[in-house]
């Protein structure tokens, strides 16, 4: 058999195909002596292999046309040529087509939601009143940034956001790349909306016109003009309200409310690999903490990181928490309370201000003599951690909550419309002309009991048992996402008469299979009253007071599902 030097040589294709997908081959010279493949494939990369079939991972097979390209090509040899004309097919390799990168942009924590040259969001950063101070839109509008990866900056195409989102790529698309701001609100509705970005820039804004004041929404930065990738940014989250007066009191008469924010930090314990001296992570737990929207974040003290964190240090480049990091996981406006400040929490005597006001609510109504109340009481948390061994900076008084009502069945209820209207109810037609919203419950739950490995002073590891989690969830998202277990631990849906039996629920929330644990992501909560936190659920005096039927804690300002 004549032996054949096989040199093989780039392959240039004819302009009809973009750069982006053209064959990349490598000059190769082999030694190999093959004429043909006859009932095989012929690996045009390497020169010298016969194959059965393509690989489907690595190669795909050539169209006729760039078979005819090989053979008519003057930078080909006619013995290439000759074995691609007798081979059963040739294989190529797979077309690397560019892509524009997804989670590579980052949105800054500092963006401001501005109306008529005001605040107008609850989750606001410090820096926005300046800036909203400057923006004369009589509507709401999304001021931010973004911070971008080195797959978008060290991309000489995009940059910068102004790139990613406007510059096309060779990658077969037929529309020209544009963004859109998608908003997802807390029943997984999306609105997607036109984002303007400055030319050569980081910086962006959006009209919010479609958007609800009083509503919790999650956002991200998505391409979505060349309708061929969809790549998109990272996820931060907003709650726009109406913009306060001059004077910073609310126009209305209404009894004022603050909205909790919750977030989570991350406990975790280390060991120490005696080969190379370095720490790594052998377990962690989940703490969640509450604070006012309005309040400036309590970041942890230096080098607290290698114990307990709660910013994304990746992200950030920095282990050592600052005030302007974001905190993980924020739930902006996860429940709504009432406000301290308001001058109608003032205490006079033994009750405070408001109680008076519903009494002569009642008073002027005709109620002969109505019984003073007292009808709120304020709810304090863990609003950081100070270290590991200590997971709870406070508790601070987060604002006040109302006591449940009961019913004439002994089921507690927290009063809304339906009651404010009932005339022959007098009291909460009085309560919802002071209060002014419906209200719902607030709950507690605890979660399961872990234990994590502690490395000794000796290099030994133990186990312990930390601090339980305790979660505050409010009754809309609570009642989407509870369930019983059956004596098999099977889950099924709570009913009205079956709610004074252990209920529990998996956290974070999947609404679309809420009996369906995700492992490694959701844990279990078990839903407790005020007196059985602490207690594993376990009744330790007789009650002096009814105790609400489904452990129902407080009520609260109804939040927007």
């Excluded at 101070?133 to 990866?149: H, I, M, N, P, Q």
Aim: hydrophobic share 30%.
């Amino acid at each position: 058999m004549k032996k054949i030097f096989i040199t093989l040589l780039l392959l240039n294709f004819a302009a009809c195909i973009p750069d982006g997908t053209r064959r990349r081959l490598t000059s190769i010279s082999t030694g190999n002596a093959i004429t043909t493949c006859d009932d095989s494939f012929f690996d045009y990369e390497s020169g010298d292999t016969c194959q059965s079939a393509c690989d489907t991972e690595t190669q795909q097979e050539a169209t006729d046309e760039e078979i005819s390209e090989i053979v008519n090509s003057t930078d080909v040899t006619d013995d290439i040529k000759e074995i691609v004309q007798t081979s059963k097919g040739v294989c190529l390799p797979k077309a690397t087509i560019p892509t524009r990168p997804s989670n590579s942009i980052f949105i800054n924590g500092d963006f401001c939601v501005c109306k008529a040259g005001k605040v107008a969001s609850v989750n606001a950063d410090a820096s926005c009143a300046s800036t909203c101070a400057t923006k004369t839109d009589d509507f709401a509008k999304l001021y931010g940034s973004v911070t971008v990866g080195p797959l978008v900056s060290g991309n000489d195409n995009f940059k910068n956001l102004y790139g990613w989102c406007t510059n096309s790529i060779d990658n077969n698309q037929v529309n020209n790349p544009s963004c859109q701001l998608i908003l997802r609100n807390t029943n997984n509705e999306t609105i997607p909306i036109n984002i303007e970005v400055n030319s050569g820039s980081n910086r962006f804004s959006v009209p919010l016109t479609n958007a609800s004041f009083g509503e919790t929404y999650s956002f991200k930065i998505q391409e979505t003009g060349t309708q061929v990738e969809f790549a998109t940014s990272d996820i931060k989250q907003l709650r726009m309200k109406e913009p306060e007066d001059d004077s910073g009191i609310v126009l209305d008469d209404e009894l004022h409310l603050t909205l909790i924010n919750q977030y989570t930090c991350i406990l975790r314990t280390t060991s120490v690999n005696e080969a190379t001296s370095q720490n790594f992570y052998v377990d962690y737990a989940r703490y969640h903490y509450y604070q006012q929207a309005t309040s400036a974040i309590l970041p942890l003290a230096p080098g607290a990181a290698t114990r307990i964190f709660c910013h994304d240090y990746v992200k950030e480049g920095n282990a050592n928490d600052k005030v302007q990091y974001a905190r993980l996981e924020t739930i902006p406006g996860h429940f709504t309370v009432w406000d301290v400040q308001d001058p109608r929490f003032l205490k006079d005597g033994d009750n405070l201000t408001v109680d008076f006001l519903i009494r002569e609510k009642l008073q002027k109504m005709g109620i002969s003599n109505p019984t003073l109340k007292s009808y709120f009481g304020t709810i304090s948390a863990c609003v950081a951690p100070d270290s590991a061994d200590n997971i709870c900076v406070g508790p601070d008084i987060l604002g006040y909550v109302m006591t449940p009502f009961t019913d004439s069945t002994g089921k507690s209820f927290c009063p809304g419309e339906n009651e404010y209207n009932d005339q022959t109810k007098p009291e909460f037609v009085a309560i919802g002309e002071i209060v002014g919203t419906p209200t719902e419950g607030l709950y507690f739950a605890e979660g399961e009991r872990e234990v994590v490995s502690i490395t000794n002073n000796d290099g030994s590891t133990s186990e312990t048992e930390i601090q339980r989690d305790l979660l505050l969830i409010r009754e809309n998202i609570l009642k989407k996402i509870w369930f019983h277990l059956n004596s098999s631990g099977v889950p099924y849906k709570p009913t009205s008469s079956t709610e004074r039996q252990a209920t529990y629920f998996y956290w974070p929330p999947n609404y679309d299979t809420p009996f369906v644990q995700q492992k490694g992501f959701q844990k279990l909560y078990t839903v407790k009253g005020p007196t059985e936190v602490g207690t594993n659920g376990r009744t330790t005096q007789v009650p002096s007071t009814l105790i609400p039927h489904d452990r129902k804690a407080y009520c609260v300002p109804a939040t927007s599902n």
